[in-house]
């Protein structure tokens, strides 16, 4: 039998940190119920990997993107626990929901004729209050099209939570405007940001995405927010080059003395982008082994000064605390998360 030998790059879920992330966001929750944000598979750490966990530490709301991202969810949780936040733009999304039983979220009117046209049921509504993307407009929270509607979840997405913005206020009122004038079993519009925002944001359920998988998108969860993904990869190679010699594609970096380099199996391919070429640093134990030149597809090298005993073989940490991590490379922490590749072993 042919054994595929184990990769030279891995993500570490910490599960008892992201266990400990969903409770911390719940208790902050107040009266409201946490749920979770798992789309863009579980924002790039796998869906089979953090909704068992998420589902276990208590969350019974889980939340997709896409409909192509139910059978991942649906593995592990039951479909009613499931919404799709792009709602149903087609007969067949509509089929797809009534068969598996997964919630949608309907988006505009057109969304909720459609959905009622294929034979309605329970469902989900999102109001937009001012972010001006998926939603009904405010001026169409009257409409008799709606009236009949089994909604469960009322919902509402906050544009700037992770500012202190009247935006936010302007927001909330607009959404206590809409709940008044639609009935729904609950209601929802915090995300990992709005939940620090207090407990008027909370209504009955949040969606923390994000701040569960280690992101601090406000200082208020600084000290809360536990680091989830653990990133190591493995070294492929050691060299020793002279001064003067250029490192990688366009000698990016010229070594200004003799030096010791290590060869890392770590590549824009993989989801570390060249906004990462020159800065910041790899570590192994306490030394800092900073990045040389420009991000390869499938390499990165760095600089062994600090740790000259390293080999072939051994691996090296990837500092990937989100806040840190996006400071250093001026990527987002949404996008740290969910450009990370699939060569990773997870
Ligand atoms: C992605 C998303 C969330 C989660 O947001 P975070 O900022 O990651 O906490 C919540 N609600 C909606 C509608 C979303 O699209």
């Known amino acids: 039998m042919t054994v595929l030998p184990p990769p030279t790059l891995r993500l ?12 911390a966001l719940d208790r902050l929750s107040g009266s409201a119920r946490a749920g979770a944000a798992v789309k863009a598979d579980g924002y790039g ?66 969304q909720v004729a459609r959905w009622q046209a294929s034979g309605g049921g329970r469902c989900n509504l999102m109001v937009d209050t001012g972010i001006n993307r998926l939603g009904l407009s405010m001026s169409e929270i009257g409409d008799p099209a709606l009236v009949g509607l089994d909604i469960d979840v009322l919902l509402s997405h906050l544009a700037s939570a992770d ?19 639609i009935p729904a079993a609950r209601r929802s519009l915090a995300n990992s940001a709005g939940i620090a925002l207090g407990p008027e944001y909370a209504f009955d359920l949040t969606r923390p995405g994000l701040a569960l998988y280690g992101g601090v998108p406000r200082p ?47 590549g824009y391919a993989d ?33 062994l000064s600090e740790a000259p005993a390293l080999r072939e073989g051994d691996w090296v940490d990837v500092p990937y605390d989100l806040p840190t991590a996006s400071q250093r490379s001026g990527l987002s922490q949404y996008e740290l998360l969910t450009v990370l590749g699939r060569r990773f072993r997870r």
């Open 12 to 23: 570490d879920l910490d599960a008892e940190a992201l266990a400990h992330n969903w409770h």
């Open 45 to 110: 750490l796998g869906s089979d990997k953090v909704v068992p966990v998420l589902s276990q530490a208590g969350a019974r709301d889980f939340f997709v993107a896409h409909w192509s991202e139910v059978p991942a969810v649906i593995a592990h949780v039951p479909a009613e626990q499931v919404s799709v936040l792009h709602g149903p733009v087609t007969e067949a999304d509509c089929a797809f929901a009534r068969e598996t039983g997964v919630r949608p979220v309907l988006n505009s009117l057109a």
């Open 163 to 181: 500012e202190d913005n009247s935006r936010n206020a302007a927001q909330l009122a607009r959404f206590r405007e809409a709940s008044a004038a």
């Open 220 to 266: 208020e969860l600084g000290g809360v927010i536990r680091q989830v993904a653990h990133l190591r990869v493995a070294i492929l190679q050691v060299r020793d080059i002279a001064a003067g010699e250029g490192v990688g594609y366009n000698a990016a970096f010229v070594s200004p003395s003799p030096m010791r380099v290590g060869l890392v199996s770590l």
């Open 271 to 303: 989801g570390f982008l060249r906004a990462w070429s020159g800065r910041g640093a790899l570590r192994s134990g306490d030394a800092e082994l900073p990045l040389l030149g420009l991000v390869s597809m499938d390499m990165v090298v760095i600089d």
